[in-house]
């Protein structure tokens, strides 16, 4: 079955950078794009970026495209969000999900991992 | 950049009642929007793609319209477990993919 698995919580201090991963199992890894999703308590979903796991194309939401990279390594199957220069209103559940094509809805998701930015 | 606009923000509605969730793009996006599901402390569920195919195992009660600018999200016979938050997004590909802001289904 597919399976997103993404890492731990994590809390961090202001400036620093935070590292995410999502492990996809159940499917092949590089026929599907992965996307990143952040949603805030309260909050709708967010659009960060997504990754096509096949080339390694990256593309960013303009938002987020000095602070984020998205890589891939296609031997472990593996998606790493890294988001630099964090400030608090980055606290937020980061969510990694696929779709087949640039035009299709995200039909698995990862778990979620909180993120908190504190001093 | 597309902006997605939800109608109502909260609905409170009982069991076998019909709900009708509203959701407006600021340009044409075609066809190209999805619906999600989302309860607490879980990832959203995608239910609806394309405007009005539904996911596969998604209950025959949900049902989706629309194309251009404006979509509706329809669930006959409401269920117990159809109670959560619905979020629609777009994906026409020429723009950074968004999200409504919700509308929360809650009980009567």
């Known amino acids: 079955q597919v399976q997103l698995v993404q890492s731990g919580a994590e809390v961090k201090k202001p400036g620093a950078s935070v590292k995410v991963s999502c492990q996809a199992s159940?499917?092949?890894?590089?026929?599907?794009?992965m996307h990143w999703v952040r949603q805030a308590p309260g909050q709708g979903p967010e659009w960060m970026g997504m990754i096509n796991t096949g080339g390694g194309r990256t593309y960013y939401a303009q938002k987020f495209q000095d602070r984020v990279t998205l890589t891939r390594d296609t031997s472990t199957s593996t998606v790493v969000m890294e988001l630099r220069s964090l400030k608090s209103d980055d606290s937020a559940t980061y969510y990694c999900?696929?779709?087949?094509?640039?035009?299709?809805?995200?039909?698995?998701w990862g778990q979620g991992t909180m993120v908190i930015v504190s001093s | 950049d597309v902006q997605m606009t939800q109608s109502p923000s909260t609905l409170s509605a009982s069991v076998g009642d019909t709900v009708t969730i509203s959701c407006r793009a600021s340009q044409n996006i075609n066809r190209w929007l999805a619906w999600y599901q989302q309860k607490p402390g879980r990832a959203p569920k995608l239910i609806i793609y394309?405007?009005?195919t539904l996911e596969s195992g998604v209950p025959s009660s949900f049902s989706g319209s629309g194309s251009g600018t404006e979509f509706t999200l329809t669930i006959n016979s409401l269920q117990p477990d159809d109670f959560g938050t619905y979020y629609c997004q777009q994906y026409d590909g020429f723009s950074p993919y968004s999200f409504g802001q919700g509308t929360k289904v809650e009980i009567k």
């Open positions: 999900a696929r779709s087949v094509t640039m035009r299709n809805g995200f039909d698995f």
């Open positions: 159940g499917y092949t890894f590089s026929n599907y794009y």
């Open positions: 394309e405007a009005s």
